[in-house]
């Protein structure tokens, strides 16, 4: 089953979240890019109250921030982030500031140590970007857990505006296909939950399409949270 995950900022939101149907916790600062950090205090304080103050289980997972893909610098972050316990750690796929793709494999192979202590690790690829052909296989050998479709620009185009269907759903059995948990999100609204949960994704995230006048960097929006969950 399709799971709902919601982007938060705050303890409050979190609240809200979960009290309006949210099966996962997202913690990331939309004021700092795509996949801005928050501090490493405030994702403790969250993760403490989502596994301390919620009757069922609820995940959470947070981003280390829109980061050059440097091993070193990669691998510090995720080790800090990690010391939270927080469920699972987001690294965004990005390239290079002049546009040239990242060497993503070293980064993978630094990782490794992390994955091999039972860390879960998410990839987020970027559907403005190209990857290269065998980067999923790569992904899950480096161990990770699973990998996430999202946007970079943060400009109102989703993932739809630049695959066509038949695109997505191959990427999607790629991913599957190495028994990867399998996310969506990007710019998403109450109006693409029909079309994106015929490709059967692990879950699907939101931020600007909870928020006040689908703005992700306004508050939650509990009504549109709600209309999302009815409706997965």
């Given at each position: 089953m399709t799971q709902l995950l919601i982007s938060v900022t705050t303890v409050e939101e979190a609240q809200v979240a979960l009290e309006n149907g949210a099966d996962f916790i997202d913690l990331k600062d939309p004021c700092k890019g795509a996949l801005g950090a928050l501090p490493l205090p405030r994702i403790s304080e969250i993760v403490t109250f989502v596994s301390e103050s919620?009757?069922?289980?609820?995940?959470t997972s947070a981003t280390i921030g829109d980061l050059p893909?440097?091993?070193?610098?990669i691998l510090e972050q995720v080790t800090a982030l990690a010391?939270?316990?927080?469920?699972?750690?987001?690294?965004?796929?990005?390239k290079e500031?002049?546009?040239?793709?990242?060497?993503?494999?070293?980064?993978?192979?630094?990782?490794?140590?992390?994955?091999?202590?039972?860390?879960?690790?998410?990839?987020?690829?970027?559907?403005?970007?190209?990857?290269?052909?065998?980067?999923?296989?790569?992904?899950?050998?480096?161990?990770?857990?699973?990998?996430?479709?999202d946007t970079a620009d943060k400009n109102g185009a989703t993932f739809l505006d630049y695959y066509s269907i038949a695109r997505i759903?191959?990427?999607?059995?790629?991913?599957?296909?190495?028994?990867?948990?399998?996310?969506?999100?990007?710019?998403?609204?109450?109006?693409?939950?029909?079309?994106?949960?015929?490709?059967?994704?692990?879950?699907?995230?939101?931020?600007?399409?909870?928020?006040?006048e689908n703005q992700r960097k306004s508050k939650l929006d509990a009504t549109r949270i709600r209309a999302i969950r009815k409706i997965m």
């Open positions: 919620w009757h069922e289980k609820k995940f893909m440097q091993p070193q610098l010391k939270t316990k927080v469920d699972i750690i987001k690294i965004g796929f990005f500031s002049d546009g040239e793709s990242s060497d993503y494999q070293s980064c993978l192979n630094s990782l490794k140590v992390i994955t091999q202590t039972g860390v879960k690790l998410i990839a987020v690829l970027f559907a403005e970007y190209e990857y290269p052909v065998h980067l999923i296989s790569a992904i899950k050998s480096a161990g990770f857990y699973g990998v996430m479709l759903r191959n990427f999607a059995e790629n991913v599957q296909g190495e028994n990867l948990l399998f996310g969506l999100a990007g710019s998403l609204t109450l109006q693409h939950v029909g079309i994106v949960r015929e490709l059967n994704p692990s879950y699907i995230g939101f931020r600007g399409g909870v928020c006040v």
